[in-house]
């Protein structure tokens, strides 16, 4: 329980509570020091004494590990602007090249100083304005739709420059996913960040999930890239193709209405989704029974992709059922 204060009144009618002095003196509050008051959407009192004092930096220091990418990683997550990584002997390429891979799949890290013993990482994105979560998630949503699209008809006509074209974007896809992720959890850090953009810590919790989900439907996309070069460029027969080309629509229709549906809280849309289940579970069948009457080379990897293809429709049914 925390610390508890009685509300006490002047004679004038104003009410007022005492701070804990112990609190007063770690913020340097005095007699006539300015605090700001804020009401959260949910009633509570927010006391802010640095309000008007710029935040400074977060810096955090590394040392050369077996889990320094991982590291580097999760800093970057927990809103950390500056990032070192030191060590008491010289760097080697290896480590190095480890960093600069690592900066360049998290979006606004840059290397901005470099000796032979130590490596300094910065986030050089614009924090203010805030970016809003909405339209990262959107943007993130976009880029995974784009390669449902693009990773089926790699697979249909066996296009392998289309193919890895759409695996080299997922580095691409995963940078909105980490700097969403970064964006919410600075916002459940920061209360008045929380109450100035208009999202509460449990839809943080909601847009989490969403992105991570959104994240997953990126890798299986890849997979049925991975599938269209493993498959080196042999056709697929007329109704294999007409049936995958089905498959594929109805996937992006339900990903498609699941975002609208967690971004509207529309529980219709959401349950559109759910409905294409038996669209989605047909045509699958259909396609399983095709694939058994082709060659034993062919078929693992018709079936393997459009498993793949199942799982974003799963997916985007996990998207839609955040709504409720």
């Avoid at 955090?60 to 809103?79: C, D, K, N, Q, T």
């Avoid at 600075?186 to 810590?201: A, D």
Wanted: aromatic share 6%; hydrophobic share 40%.
């Amino acid at each position: 329980m925390g610390d508890l204060r009685k509300v006490q009144q002047t004679p004038t009618g104003t009410f007022f509570v005492c701070v804990p002095k112990d609190w007063a003196q770690k913020n340097a509050l005095k007699k006539g020091s300015l605090v700001n008051l804020d009401v959260t959407a949910d009633g509570k009192l927010l006391v802010d004494s640095k309000y008007d004092v710029e935040q400074q930096p977060r810096s955090a220091s590394l040392s050369v590990g077996p889990f320094l990418g991982r590291e580097i990683v999760g800093h970057y997550l927990l809103g950390y602007d500056i990032i070192r990584i030191e060590s008491k002997d010289r760097i080697d390429s290896y480590v190095r090249n480890l960093v600069k891979s690592t900066a360049e799949s998290l979006a606004g890290l840059m290397i901005v100083e470099e000796t032979t013993s130590m490596i300094s990482l910065q986030c050089l994105m614009q924090q203010q304005p805030f970016t809003s979560p909405e339209k990262i998630l959107q943007r993130n949503h976009a880029s995974a739709a784009r390669m449902i699209r693009d990773a089926a008809n790699s697979f249909v006509n066996g296009d392998i420059d289309l193919a890895k074209n759409v695996i080299e974007r997922d580095v691409e896809n995963n940078k909105f996913y980490f700097l969403l992720v970064r964006i919410l959890r600075t916002i459940i850090q920061n209360p008045r960040l929380s109450e100035k953009i208009g999202i509460t810590p449990i839809e943080c919790l909601d847009y989490r999930l969403a992105a991570s989900l959104i994240e997953g439907i990126g890798d299986a996309c890849v997979q049925v890239a991975s599938n269209t070069i493993a498959l080196n460029g042999v056709k697929l027969s007329d109704e294999l193709r007409k049936l995958l080309f089905e498959l594929q629509s109805a996937c992006c229709e339900a990903n498609e209405q699941a975002l609208k549906s967690f971004l509207s809280k529309d529980i219709s849309l959401a349950e559109n989704v759910r409905t294409l289940r038996g669209k989605i579970e047909a045509n699958y069948s259909k396609v399983e029974g095709v694939a058994k009457e082709s060659s034993v080379d062919l078929m693992p990897q018709i079936l393997a992709a459009v498993s793949f293809l199942r799982q974003i429709y799963e997916r985007s049914v996990d998207m839609a059922d955040l709504v409720v």
